[in-house]
């Protein structure tokens, strides 16, 4: 598998506004907390992260093992060892970020439910051990550069299917100055297959979402506002938005497949 080598600088921090910020010794942001309210999801991209949610059964959405592939701030890992309760383990390359979210933006100490590993993404998803062990993968990969994912090629995110249940979904942040959308989702869709590949507008940030499954079979569009409904009320996150903006993949991807 042949990939960017990851380099990092130190973990940093800054404050503006009630919200703290971490860096990796530069001026691009790889994570948000609130500090007066630290279980809220932040960053905007952050909550769309979380559009994985639309395609599952609402009475399901606490149950199985939920994968972060990057720590950030420890939003998603807080988020879904916290207020879903799954099952969660996240990976992280850098140890600094690590230590940074246990001291700064409350990550909990590992116990039964929660598992803080450093370790390089790509060799844990292509680890035999965790073949159909997951059943959500939330990836976003980026070093203090922020250019683009450090993980980005097909061999990959193959690897990251492998890692999925039946059922199981993905979520990808899609995001810098030398990242291609369309390259990137045509790397998903031919490790997951078009029809099981989905994307969010972007943010004004230039963020992009995109969801990708394995063996899910979308509801109809009655089930999937009221699970939008339902998600809003329970944990305070725009999914009727979210489901505005999900739309199948471009002619542009297609054609590239």
Same mark, same amino acid.
């Given at each position: 598998?042949?990939?960017?080598?990851?380099?990092?600088?130190?973990?940093?921090?800054?404050?503006?506004?009630?919200?703290?910020?971490?860096?990796?010794?530069?001026?691009?942001?790889?994570?948000?907390?609130?500090?007066?309210?630290?279980?809220?999801?932040?960053?905007? %991209?952050?909550?769309?992260?979380? !559009?994985?949610? +639309?395609?599952?059964?609402?009475?399901?959405?606490?149950?199985?093992?939920?994968?972060?592939?990057?720590?950030?701030?420890?939003?998603?890992?807080?988020?879904?060892?916290?207020?879903?309760?799954?099952?969660?383990?996240?990976?992280?390359?850098?140890?600094?970020?690590?230590?940074?979210?246990?001291?700064?933006?409350?990550?909990?100490?590992?116990?039964?439910?929660?598992?803080?590993?450093?370790?390089?993404?790509?060799?844990? &998803?292509?680890?035999?051990?965790?073949?159909?062990?997951?059943?959500?993968?939330? &990836?976003?990969? %980026?070093?203090?550069?922020?250019?683009?994912?450090?993980?980005?090629?097909?061999?990959? %995110?193959?690897?990251?299917?492998?890692?999925? !249940?039946?059922?199981?979904?993905?979520?990808?942040?899609?995001?810098?100055?030398?990242?291609?959308?369309?390259?990137?989702?045509?790397?998903?869709?031919?490790?997951?297959?078009?029809?099981?590949?989905?994307?969010?507008?972007?943010?004004?940030?230039?963020?992009?979402?995109?969801?990708?499954? #394995?063996?899910?079979?979308?509801?109809?569009?009655?089930?999937?506002?009221?699970?939008?409904?339902?998600?809003?009320? #329970?944990?305070?996150?725009?999914?009727?938005?979210?489901?505005?903006? &999900?739309?199948?993949?471009?002619?542009?991807? +297609?054609? !590239?497949?």
């Amino acid at each position: 598998m042949k990939n960017k080598t990851p380099t990092w600088g130190p973990a940093t921090l800054s404050e503006f506004d009630g919200v703290r910020f971490l860096h990796l010794d530069s001026i691009w942001v790889q994570g948000a907390m609130r500090i007066r309210k630290p279980d809220q999801l932040e960053l905007e %991209y952050i909550q769309r992260m979380c !559009a994985w949610m +639309l395609w599952r059964d609402t009475a399901e959405l606490g149950q199985g093992h939920a994968v972060q592939l990057g720590l950030g701030a420890a939003a998603l890992t807080r988020f879904c060892h916290g207020q879903l309760r799954m099952r969660t383990t996240a990976v992280e390359i850098n140890p600094e970020v690590i230590a940074a979210c246990r001291q700064w933006f409350r990550l909990p100490a590992n116990d039964a439910r929660l598992n803080v590993v450093n370790e390089d993404a790509a060799r844990w &998803v292509a680890d035999d051990a965790h073949l159909q062990t997951v059943d959500v993968l939330n &990836v976003d990969l %980026y070093d203090h550069d922020a250019a683009s994912p450090v993980l980005d090629d097909e061999a990959f %995110y193959a690897s990251c299917r492998g890692v999925l !249940a039946d059922g199981g979904l993905m979520t990808v942040n899609l995001f810098g100055r030398s990242a291609s959308f369309a390259r990137s989702a045509a790397r998903i869709a031919r490790a997951f297959g078009s029809e099981q590949v989905w994307s969010l507008a972007p943010t004004k940030e230039g963020n992009t979402v995109v969801v990708a499954a #394995r063996g899910v079979q979308v509801p109809v569009r009655e089930v999937l506002e009221q699970r939008a409904a339902e998600i809003e009320s #329970r944990f305070k996150l725009p999914a009727r938005k979210w489901l505005r903006l &999900v739309r199948p993949l471009p002619t542009t991807v +297609l054609q !590239a497949l």
